[in-house]
């Protein structure tokens, strides 16, 4: 079945340090992928939209020049955090819709981001 | 201002009980409500409902959307420890989801 990946699983790096997560769909492509960030014992916030060939949709609040998305192709899109602080460690979860009638959501299995 | 409330925030059963978990929201041009289970990692995706009055319906877990009265509500019955998550309800609206806070279950042997 349709599946996404996320890489890498696990991130601890130095404050001021960029960071890049990876997220693919393996069997189908999403010209749409979906970022999302998850603060111990919160619920799930998204944060933007990846659109494939064009430029993501931000949610408000998240700030577009500190989380670079990219989307170049159907089966990949990344998210850059640049110069990473403390506050930035969360769980980073990216998702994707398979099929064109969005029949089912699939999710990455997680980045978990710790800025020292 | 767009929001989803879900409740109860917890709920402890016990195997073999049926459990209903509620989900209210209100967002501005309504697309779709989305349900999700979310045990030590990332989510899992359960329902989306888009139509008012349809029951979906996946192995003993069921959904319906009410879109006059804002509310969902996701049942499970005969209830399996493995069924201890927390079961996330999102909303999604012009350019944006909306999620809930989660309802916290957790099915006793």
């Known amino acids: 079945g349709a599946v996404v990946s996320q890489h890498p699983s696990w991130v601890i790096c130095k404050s001021g340090t960029s960071v890049k997560i990876e997220c693919r769909s393996l069997?189908?492509?999403?010209?749409?992928m979906f970022w999302y960030r998850q603060f111990p014992k919160q619920s799930l916030m998204l944060m933007a939209t990846?659109?494939?060939?064009?430029?993501?949709?931000?949610e408000q609040g998240v700030e577009k020049d500190k989380f670079l998305i990219n989307h170049a192709s159907l089966t990949l899109s990344t998210l850059t955090v640049t110069s990473a602080h403390p506050e930035d460690s969360s769980f980073y979860i990216c998702?994707?819709?398979?099929?064109?009638?969005?029949?089912?959501?699939?999710f990455g299995p997680g980045t978990r981001l710790l800025v020292l | 201002e767009d929001k989803v409330v879900q409740s109860p925030l917890s709920l402890v059963v016990h195997e073999g009980d049926t459990v209903t978990l509620n989900c209210s929201y209100e967002?501005?041009?309504?697309?779709?409500l989305l349900w999700y289970k979310q045990e030590k990692k990332a989510p899992t995706f359960l329902f989306m409902l888009?139509?008012?009055?349809i029951e979906k319906k996946s192995g003993r877990l069921s959904s319906i959307l009410d879109k006059k009265e804002l509310f969902s509500i996701l049942n499970i019955t005969a209830t399996q420890t493995g069924d201890s998550a927390v079961y996330l309800c999102?909303?999604?609206?012009?350019?944006?989801?909306?999620f809930g806070t989660g309802t916290r279950l957790k099915v006793l042997a």
């Open positions: 998702s994707a819709f398979s099929g064109q009638g969005r029949e089912t959501q699939y």
């Open positions: 069997d189908f492509q999403a010209t749409t």
């Open positions: 990846s659109n494939e060939g064009s430029k993501a949709t931000y």
């Open positions: 967002v501005t041009n309504f697309r779709s």
């Open positions: 888009t139509s008012s009055g």
């Open positions: 999102a909303v999604e609206g012009t350019y944006k989801y909306i």
